[in-house]
């Protein structure tokens, strides 16, 4: 998620007026953009990067494009050059920092609960009956986005594994109690609610997401008895390698056979070498990044969307037949979820088409991520995930 670093507007905007040009101004934009969104930086890299090009820029008296070249390009050599491993093995197979999913979870709950107030406020007056039965489903299906977009990523990315089943039960448990409490049970007794009061919550759960620390959203979701090889202790050989096993299928998306096989690699070297994991191999979330890198990651970044995907779908599909099966044409409410439906058609269509780039098999030129280069040995001598020594 893309976050503010705490600067105010009058402080951008001096620093957009800064630049020479226009053109110069849509560089910065662009290279900040494809450095937020493609590689994570840590806070003050993308600002510090800029202050640079813009004075070098200024000092060789051309455009900033013509000396840095294509913002993308310069985004990632500057990521290649500048993002330290300590900080991109906290980072998750899709780019997202520990806490910035649970963050952004709470903005996507937030709008959500606004734009219900909208629709309600417009399409029903100030005034809305609702039942405990629909009203009590309304707040779970909160919790619920919550849950499935924050939660259980964020457990999964610290590799809380079990945690992240346990949680994802619930979410299970969840969808069928909004299920039940928006068709089967009974509506019981109505009370009235001003819809405004809907826009209040909706504002609470943005700003708390907006305001969080993602930092400090991280560290709830940490494993405490094991969150680094700095935690564990130096004889604790299967602590480490269970934790290793852990980030590898939790944060990075490798499947459970070729995690298993690299625990097996790790573990038979060990032995050979009478040594100790954490000295062997260093801070474990760091080689676990080490052998998860490769071609091959952005394929597993896709397959990892596959699940969510398919389950969208089926919500799509149903949103539509229900939609048609009861037209309204004189309602609002009718009409919202009409723009509901056609967002989410565009929104499928562009997840399809990416997912289906990432996926397809590769060429035989070795393209679209088919090489077996990238994987990184290590004092093990395991050939990482990608490719074997």
């Known amino acids: 998620m893309m976050r503010t670093d705490g600067r105010s507007q009058e402080q951008k905007q001096e620093r957009k007026a800064d630049w020479a040009s226009g053109d110069d101004a849509r560089w910065a934009a662009e290279f900040e953009l494809a450095l937020a969104v493609e590689h994570s930086p840590p806070d003050g890299l993308a600002e ?6 813009r004075l070098t820029a200024a000092e060789a008296g051309i455009p900033v494009r013509e000396v840095f070249g294509d913002p993308a ?7 290649a050059e500048r993002i330290d491993e300590a900080h991109r093995s906290s980072v998750d197979l899709e780019g997202f920092a520990a806490g910035d999913r649970f963050t952004s979870s709470l903005l996507m709950a937030g709008g959500q609960v606004f734009l219900f107030g909208v629709v309600l406020w417009v399409s029903g007056g100030l005034w809305v009956d609702v039942g405990w039965a629909t009203g009590g489903a309304g707040l779970l299906l909160a919790a619920l986005i919550v849950l499935v977009t924050g939660v259980v990523p964020e457990l999964r990315a610290a590799g809380r594994l079990r945690a992240g089943r346990v949680a994802g039960v619930c979410a299970a448990v969840l969808v069928l109690a909004c299920a039940a409490g928006f068709t089967v049970i009974p509506r019981g007794p109505q009370v009235s609610v001003p819809a405004p009061a809907l826009f209040v ?3 609470l759960l943005a700003v708390l997401g907006w305001n969080l620390s993602p930092a400090r959203v991280g560290r709830w979701f940490r494993d405490r008895k094991a969150e680094s090889s700095g935690a564990i202790r130096a004889d604790d050989d299967e602590a ?6 852990a980030l590898l299928r939790g944060r990075h ?12 690699e790790a573990r038979d070297h060990l032995a050979a070498s009478g040594g100790r994991a954490a000295d062997e191999f260093g801070d474990v979330e760091v080689y676990a990044l080490r052998l998860s890198e490769g071609p091959q990651k952005p394929r597993r970044a896709a397959r990892a969307e596959v699940v969510p995907t398919v389950l969208f779908t089926g919500g799509l599909l149903w949103w539509g037949v229900d939609l048609i099966s009861d037209p309204e044409f004189s309602s609002l409410w009718f009409w919202a979820k009409v723009a509901v439906l056609v967002a989410g058609a565009w929104a499928w269509v ?5 997912l289906w780039q990432k996926l397809r098999p590769a060429r035989a030129d070795g393209t679209d991520g088919a090489s077996n280069a990238g994987g990184t040995g290590g004092p093990g001598g395991t050939g990482g995930i990608d490719g074997r020594a």
């Not at 390009?73 to 990521?79: F, G, N, P, R, S």
């Not at 998306?253 to 097996?264: I, L, N, T, W, Y």
Request: aromatic letters at 8%.
């Open 201 to 203: 919550v909706g504002v």
């Open 350 to 354: 562009t997840t399809t088409r990416s």
């Open 253 to 264: 998306g490798v499947s459970a056979a070729e995690a298993a096989r690299c625990v097996a």
């Open 73 to 79: 390009a310069y985004a990632e050599t500057v990521a």
């Open 48 to 53: 510090q990067v800029l202050e640079e090009a």
């Open 240 to 245: 480490w390698l269970a934790r290793f096993s």
